[in-house]
């Protein structure tokens, strides 16, 4: 079976830096997503590693660690916009097909 | 511009009454996939499509159909609708998997 853990809700202040972890057991293991989700809205694509090691873009930078089935999506220099959901999703091959499954989310809130 | 159009955004209906969620994408993607998307669970998909005329089933396709009888439409069908299919819906296509999904705004379907 598959399993995706990431913690339900996190808070964090206005211009700091905040880690959103997802930990994962599946098989067939290929490639990581991170969505942003805005409430009542469509996710939209953060990231997506496949290689261990870090993906920077901008303020947002995603870490993958395969050994650990361990990924983090990075936060940098807050803003209350950041204020949604933070979805983890992985790539499972089964069956002769790339499969997405996603975890239940990371409500963030920002305050100033 | 690059999108995916779902149809309709809200949706109450009646136990039983068949309906139909449309889903166009015109990127010429060829992975297509609907999920809904529940409180506290995440998004889970129902059903998925790698190619025209070729659909399998997702982790929760009891009561949907689906077809694809061509590449940028992928309709949602439930026959007989009942009220635990009340949910949030989304559409997504990607250019193949595992890339980038883009999601349609969702539909959020009530059944009573």
Same mark, same amino acid.
């Given at each position: 079976?598959?399993?995706?853990?990431?913690?339900?809700?996190?808070?964090?202040?206005?211009?700091?830096?905040?880690?959103?972890?997802?930990?994962?057991?599946?098989?067939?293991?290929n490639g990581l997503?991170? !969505?942003?989700?805005?409430?009542?809205?469509?996710?939209?694509?953060?990231?997506?590693?496949?290689?261990? &090691?870090?993906?920077?873009? &901008?303020?947002?930078?995603?870490?993958?660690?395969?050994?650990? &089935?361990?990924? !983090?999506?990075?936060?940098?220099?807050?803003?209350?916009?950041d204020s949604a959901? !933070?979805?983890?999703?992985?790539?499972?091959?089964?069956?002769?097909?790339?499969?997405?499954?996603?975890?239940?989310?990371?409500?963030?809130?920002?305050?100033? | 511009?690059a999108q995916v159009?779902?149809?309709?955004?809200?949706?109450?209906?009646?136990?039983?009454?068949?309906?139909?969620?449309?889903?166009?994408?015109?990127?010429?993607?060829?992975?297509?996939?609907?999920?809904?998307?529940?409180?506290?669970?995440?998004?889970?998909?129902?059903?998925?499509?790698?190619?025209?005329?070729?659909?399998?089933?997702?982790?929760?396709?009891?009561?949907?159909?689906?077809?694809?009888?061509?590449?940028?439409?992928?309709?949602?069908?439930?026959?007989?609708?009942?009220?635990?299919?009340?949910?949030?819906?989304?559409?997504?296509?990607?250019?193949?998997?595992?890339?980038?999904?883009?999601?349609?705004?969702?539909?959020?379907?009530?059944?009573?």
């Amino acid at each position: 079976g598959q399993n995706i853990d990431q913690p339900t809700e996190m808070t964090a202040t206005e211009g700091a830096i905040v880690q959103i972890n997802c930990t994962y057991q599946t098989s067939g293991f290929n490639g990581l997503f991170w !969505y942003q989700q805005h409430a009542g809205e469509a996710p939209t694509f953060l990231s997506y590693n496949v290689l261990d &090691g870090l993906e920077e873009k &901008g303020r947002f930078s995603s870490f993958l660690s395969r050994s650990k &089935g361990y990924s !983090y999506l990075l936060l940098k220099e807050l803003q209350m916009k950041d204020s949604a959901s !933070y979805l983890c999703a992985v790539v499972m091959f089964s069956g002769g097909y790339n499969k997405l499954i996603f975890g239940a989310g990371t409500r963030l809130a920002v305050h100033p | 511009e690059a999108q995916v159009t779902q149809n309709p955004r809200y949706l109450i209906t009646v136990t039983g009454k068949k309906l139909t969620v449309t889903c166009s994408q015109n990127m010429n993607h060829e992975y297509m996939s609907w999920y809904r998307q529940d409180p506290g669970l995440g998004l889970r998909q129902i059903y998925y499509s790698m190619n025209v005329e070729v659909t399998d089933k997702g982790d929760v396709p009891e009561g949907y159909k689906v077809s694809r009888k061509e590449k940028r439409n992928f309709p949602l069908i439930l026959e007989s609708p009942s009220p635990n299919q009340t949910s949030l819906y989304f559409c997504a296509s990607s250019l193949r998997s595992p890339t980038e999904a883009f999601f349609g705004q969702g539909t959020r379907l009530t059944v009573v």
